[in-house]
């Protein structure tokens, strides 16, 4: 039996369905407003909480012999940092210095190893959606959009050393925009605009070092490619191997219909 913190969107659902196709048992907690009701006919048991409710996610966990889990979705911010906490996650809460989405995490993953449950990273029931060095999917590339790759990776990784954001956008050696607290979209958006109207801007996303994978896999999906070719951006680069393509089909049907070049990049690409 393996826990699944459940937040939003699809993530979950892509575990649910690995997990089943191993013949692993699945027992979900999921949040009220933020988790998929779908969710439910695909996972053994579910049992439904609102965000903050720290002590009875883990006593649901433990009641059902629940001893290793994972944490895949998304909590909105405003609900993360709005959060009504119980009283473990009031306590949690009393302890951190700098209250961010992977101190707060970090935190719940000690709080639940103390009830037995390790936390563990989703990777290995997911990896066959996380393409490694030489995945391209679209347009090919001229000289000067590999040149902005490499300087996108190079500027992204060193951005996400400083815990600013993850993804940048560049055009021919100018950086454009920096993902901050606002996330990777909006950054493309930003950046596609400042390309003006010849576009050619060049996305870059990255795990930054020491990404703690249990709780954040940096993810692409079909949302991101339209931005990308709504907002002018005609390359979008990723960190090969800890980028998950979400609806992997559709964004690469996506990405050769809107003309936005897809590219896994590990820095030696």
């Not at 949302?223 to 979008?236: D, N, S």
């Amino acid at each position: 039996m393996i826990g699944l913190i459940a937040g939003s969107k699809n993530l979950p659902f892509m575990f649910a369905e690995e997990a089943r196709r191993r013949g692993d048992k699945v027992t979900a907690v999921a949040f009220e407003g933020e988790t998929n009701p779908a969710l439910a006919a695909q996972v053994d048991s579910i049992e439904w909480l609102k965000v903050g409710q720290l002590g009875k996610m883990i006593e649901a966990l433990k009641s059902r012999g629940v001893d290793r889990c994972v944490m895949l979705g998304q909590i909105a911010p405003k609900n993360l940092f709005d959060l009504r906490p119980d009283l473990r996650a009031m306590a949690l809460l009393f302890t951190l210095k700098r209250r961010n989405a992977h101190t707060i995490f970090g935190a719940i993953a000690d709080e639940l190893a103390r009830d037995g449950i390790t936390l563990v990273t989703a990777v290995p029931w997911l990896k066959r959606w996380m393409p490694e060095t030489g995945y391209r999917v679209g347009p090919r590339l001229s000289g000067s959009q590999e040149d902005d790759l490499e300087f996108g990776w190079r500027l992204a990784k060193d951005v996400s050393r400083l815990e600013i954001g993850q993804s940048v956008v560049v055009k021919e050696g100018t950086v454009l925009a920096v993902e901050a607290f606002e996330g990777t979209d909006a950054c493309l958006e930003r950046g596609g605009k400042l390309a003006g109207k010849k576009r050619g801007g060049v996305g870059m996303k990255v795990a930054k070092a020491g990404h703690d994978m249990r709780f954040d896999i940096p993810c692409i999906g079909p949302k991101t490619v339209e931005t990308c070719a709504e907002h002018g951006v005609e390359v979008l680069g990723f960190e090969a191997g800890k980028t998950l393509l979400i609806d992997q089909e559709e964004v690469e049907e996506l990405a050769r219909e809107r003309k936005v070049t897809i590219a896994a990049w590990s820095g030696e690409s």
